[in-house]
């Protein structure tokens, strides 16, 4: 390929990505900011007087309240959905780009592998991560908030260390990125989708729907606001290769990004 055509699809890739994440993430902490909020205010309501968040926003005020039944017709409920899947598209479209057609994937001085089997490591790895995760939040660890986040930090470990003794250490920092970043887009196509279908579905038809289905899709969605900010940094670490990935240390600078995020999300989320 050229390499001004490179250059130039790179850069509209970049800024397809970005500015997709920028919609969704935004979406996605709203929602659970808002969610937080109503939490807060059930506990303090009384009489049985359904709470409203005010807010005040581009010259005016907008009073937003949580409902527990469909008072519209199915097809007036507006979705958010297509962002999750334009951010994923473009970050894959860009790993493929920048380190799958040429070769920025391995490094003979990291390991003696192949361009190809590079390849397919880091795409097993895309699906290993998101299979393991989605199995943890079904399984007994998923019970426990405590023995989740342990369980989790300790794949991240050991993916983060796999990866930084297979590919070069950038390639690496961003795959562990795109692990996230599928498993946040698989959350959002595969489990809360669906089960908000089958709420609308139910409510659309007057029944009772089964609150598990929203109790599911909001961890998954509480999940997506934790993996985001990490998922930020590891995209920024390819600027700064001396404090990242190209630091001795690498895989624990990488954990102790990933703790740092989780924690930031933890303020946002509750502010």
Excluded: C
Aim: hydrophobic share 55%.
């Amino acid at each position: 390929m050229d390499f001004s055509i490179r250059e130039w699809l790179n850069l509209a890739l970049r800024w397809f990505h970005v500015f997709a994440g920028i919609m969704w993430v935004g979406q996605t902490y709203y929602f659970t900011w808002l969610d937080h909020q109503f939490g807060r205010l059930e506990k303090e309501a009384s009489g049985g007087t359904a709470p409203a968040v005010w807010m005040v926003h581009s010259g005016g005020f907008y009073s937003v309240e949580k409902k527990k039944a469909l008072g519209v017709s199915a097809n007036q409920v507006r979705w958010f959905r297509w962002e999750a899947l334009m951010t994923w598209i473009g970050g894959i479209a860009l790993l493929a780009l920048v380190y799958y057609v040429p070769s920025g994937l391995v490094d003979p001085d990291v390991a003696a592998i192949s361009q190809r089997a590079g390849i397919a490591i880091g795409v097993a790895s895309l699906i290993a991560g998101w299979l393991i995760y989605d199995l943890a939040v079904v399984s007994p660890l998923g019970r426990s908030p405590a023995v989740f986040v342990t369980f989790a930090l300790i794949m991240t470990a050991a993916f983060s260390w796999g990866l930084l003794h297979l590919f070069s250490g950038r390639a690496a920092y961003i795959h562990m990125g795109a692990i996230f970043g599928t498993i946040m887009t698989a959350n959002v196509w595969f489990r809360i989708l669906p089960a908000q279908r089958k709420m609308i579905a139910a409510a659309a038809a007057g029944e009772k729907f089964d609150t598990a289905l929203g109790g599911q899709a909001k961890l998954r969605s509480k999940h997506n606001t934790f993996m985001a900010v990490p998922v930020v940094f590891l995209m920024l670490s390819n600027h700064y290769p001396v404090a990242t990935y190209g630091n001795r240390l690498a895989w624990l600078v990488l954990i102790a990004l990933v703790v740092v995020g989780w924690a930031a999300a933890k303020i946002v989320r509750e502010a």
